[in-house]
């Protein structure tokens, strides 16, 4: 595919006034288990499947391109229609990982020659090491989950019965589809609802199953458009992301954080893998083929923890009162691209999922009508927001701010969430290709500020240590 198709198939963003296109899902919808002999039925089917499924994400991972209308390959005692199904949904997750994997790659290229010219100009640091690439291994897919459409599964409004819908499911069994009530709870009903004309809304005929601890759950979707209702110019109100506050505004507000109770089990989830890492390496040296999995329970369901506190800040933001008719600047996190000396600090971040929340803003945008627009990041949390002086001592800790020249005195992230709210429409750093061309146009910024204020040339303040006394001080 040229350049110019890509181009093509690439979707426009949404301007002001123009409806964008938004899939909600309703989820956590238990089916019903009138009939144990038709739910064993799909428990019969969905293993078969999930082997199907699998070795087609393994050939469009390693072999072949992912490729939803390619002709059956593999034999299997599922009907065509299933093979289909089947097909096409192990060429989205090869896409996806595909896609991740180029992401990751073309990373690596940049923080390679990042490094490379660092050190052709002497400029690395004593501790630096050279970036390495992780190689990836081909998805492998642990639960039932079944991406089905209207071919295999057929979803029908209930008429004479107490139940909401009726599943249609083809099986193995050759012409002798089961039929499973589905019962909506009282809150999938109101998300069902449309609140303007108070009728129901029109469901996808694409439904998702999932087998979670021997249950059986529906996933149902419908499409909605949007309308972007946020006015030209209207006030921005600056995000700044981070560990210990995930959300920070520009008005002062903090949603979410990684510390306390989440970053224990983050150090008892490392401890365990540390201890797993050990014995696998034991193992491995005496010639031990089959390894115990690297992978646990605690650190799936801690990583799907810090995932929806994340979803809760950002909702929470969102919904605040004062932030009603605003739109909102946020920072363009580059996650992959950051680096700690201490291993620890690296297990830390990773941890904290920091580059789910620029995601969960923009969805939060999207879905409800509010102008959100990504923004240069560098130098957000080094530069003053009075005077423009850029400077990585401002920071004396992670958490304060004080200017070394202006004197202004602030937390960390509210200063950083200030600066990123005036970027909105910065064409001059916009303008910039690296961060030395952004740092100099800071620092201009900060000696037209000094003319304004009529300082002339002034030195930055000089902090002085603590933990010393005065008479020491004036010793030196």
């Not at 963003?13 to 019903?32: C, F, K, M, N, S």
């Not at 499924?53 to 072999?63: D, E, H, I, N, P």
Request: net charge positive; aromatic share 6%.
């Amino acid at each position: 595919m040229n350049e110019k198709s890509k181009q093509r198939k690439k979707k426009k963003r949404p301007t002001a006034g123009e409806p964008y296109p938004v899939t909600r899902a309703v989820t956590h919808i238990r089916l019903v288990e009138v009939n144990p002999g038709k739910l064993a039925a799909l428990d019969a089917l969905a293993p078969v499947y999930l082997a199907l499924c699998q070795a087609y994400v393994t050939l469009f991972c390693t072999t072949e391109s992912p490729n939803k209308l390619r002709d059956p390959l593999y034999q299997t005692p599922l009907s065509e229609r299933w093979h289909r199904v089947a097909i096409m949904q192990a060429a989205g997750i090869a896409r996806s990982w595909r896609s991740n994997r180029s992401t990751a790659s073309q990373q690596y290229r940049d923080d390679l020659k990042r490094y490379q010219k660092q050190q052709a100009d002497g400029q690395l640091p004593a501790q630096a090491k050279a970036p390495e690439f992780r190689q990836w291994n081909v998805p492998t897919l642990r639960e039932p989950c079944i991406q089905a459409n209207v071919n295999v599964v057929k979803l029908e409004e209930s008429r004479d019965s107490t139940y909401d819908y009726w599943l249609t499911i083809s099986t193995l069994e050759k012409g002798q589809p089961i039929q499973v009530p589905v019962k909506l709870a009282v809150y999938h009903k109101r998300a069902l609802t449309d609140p303007k004309t108070q009728q129901g809304k029109k469901l996808n005929s694409s439904v998702q199953l999932n087998k979670r601890d021997g249950v059986w759950w529906l996933t149902l979707s419908y499409d909605e458009e949007v309308t972007q209702e946020t006015v030209a110019g209207a006030p921005v109100v600056g995000i700044d992301v981070g560990i210990a506050n995930f959300v920070t505004t520009s008005t002062g507000k903090q949603y979410g954080s990684f510390h306390k109770n989440l970053r224990a089990r983050h150090k008892r989830d490392h401890a365990k893998r540390r201890r797993k890492a050990k014995l696998r390496a034991c193992l491995k040296k005496k010639g031990v083929k089959h390894l115990p999995s690297a992978s646990s329970r605690t650190g799936q369901r801690l990583i799907r923890h810090v995932k929806h506190e994340i979803n809760h800040a950002v909702n929470q933001c969102f919904a605040e009162p004062e932030h009603q008719g605003v739109q909102f600047a946020y920072e363009a996190l580059s996650v992959a691209s950051m680096r700690f000396k201490a291993r620890a600090q690296n297990a830390y971040l990773r941890a904290s999922h920091l580059g789910h929340i620029p995601q969960q803003i923009l969805w939060n945008s999207q879905k409800r009508g509010v102008k959100a627009t990504p923004v240069i990041s560098a130098y957000s949390s080094q530069e003053c927001s009075v005077c423009h002086y850029t400077d990585r001592k401002n920071r004396p800790d992670q958490r304060t701010f004080h200017c070394r020249v202006c004197g202004f005195e602030a937390h960390a992230d509210y200063n950083a969430s200030v600066n990123l709210s005036r970027r909105v429409g910065d064409r001059q750093l916009r303008a910039c290709r690296d961060r030395t061309a952004i740092k100099a146009v800071l620092m201009q910024r900060h000696e037209a500020w000094k003319q304004q204020q009529g300082m002339g040339t002034t030195s930055p303040v000089k902090r002085r240590k603590r933990g010393k006394s005065s008479a020491a001080v004036s010793s030196i």
